[in-house]
């Protein structure tokens, strides 16, 4: 019985859809597209094992490529994204160039000003952005007070999974000072760039991107945003061969400086 209503289900629908083609040279039928596209995977292949990733990239199965991040559990059972915000692999070591990732200016969304390459602005004052999400890619510069990339501040840009500009894949957002001061202190008695790196976070002295557009401190400091704001700074957390600071940390946010996410 039940099948016999199957066969009379798909022959109507094939009914509809020969009627109205023989009316319009362009007939959408989306049932027939749901028959056809059963059990195939985002690659196509029928029955497949390939599966959108946090990216929304179509990874595994017959694709031959592998998620963009995954999740690593930190020695404080917090769930991270395994690499920076832009990273091609999770870190070999301390200065892996491969792993440093993107330098974010603080609160501002995925927009290419993140990549090292991105093309610097003006400091001329009129380039400041007044709104949340510039309608441009580049670095924004300044010399300016209060040394940020928009003026006014908005200081809920990166508040939890739901702020306004939160670059991280869904379900993640950046991490508190107190958080990333928590995983500071698992660390012990390592409190500098060997143990941030022997950590499951394998971090990474990235280096950081200064106001006028000027890279600094390329494999020798990691700079991590918090979503945590201080006046018109941000809160971060660095890391170098001698030390590591979490809670007393903090930097303008017209720099662009490096991005963990934490699952939510």
């Not at 090292?116 to 007044?130: A, L, M």
Request: proline share 5%.
């Amino acid at each position: 019985m039940k099948q016999s209503l199957s066969i009379l289900i798909v022959a109507t629908v094939l009914l509809f859809a020969v009627s109205a083609m023989a009316q319009s040279e362009v007939v959408l039928v989306p049932e027939i597209s749901l028959l056809l596209n059963a059990n195939k995977d985002c690659n196509g292949d029928k029955d497949g094992t390939a599966y959108l990733d946090m990216c929304g990239n179509c990874v595994g199965g017959n694709t031959g490529d592998s998620s963009c991040y995954e999740e690593v559990t930190s020695l404080t059972g917090r769930v991270w994204l395994d690499r920076n915000l832009g990273a091609s692999q999770v870190a070999t070591s301390s200065d892996d160039p491969l792993a440093y990732g993107d330098l974010y200016q603080w609160g501002r969304l995925t927009d290419g000003h993140e990549s090292r390459t991105s093309q610097p602005t003006s400091t001329d004052p009129s380039f400041i952005s007044s709104i949340d999400v510039p309608e441009h890619g580049d670095f924004i510069t300044t010399v300016t007070d209060p040394w940020d990339w928009r003026v006014p501040q908005n200081h809920n840009l990166w508040q939890g999974v739901s702020g306004t500009n939160n670059p991280c894949p869904a379900g993640f957002r950046l991490p508190t000072a107190a958080e990333w001061e928590t995983e500071r202190l698992s660390w012990a008695p390592n409190n500098n760039a060997a143990g941030a790196f022997a950590s499951p976070l394998k971090l990474v002295v990235s280096g950081y991107r200064g106001s006028q557009g000027v890279f600094g401190s390329l494999g020798n400091v990691g700079y991590y945003w918090s979503s945590t704001v201080i006046g018109s700074h941000a809160r971060i957390l660095t890391v170098s061969s001698s030390s590591a600071s979490g809670m007393s940390s903090y930097n303008y946010r017209a720099y662009g400086q490096t991005v963990r996410c934490l699952k939510n």
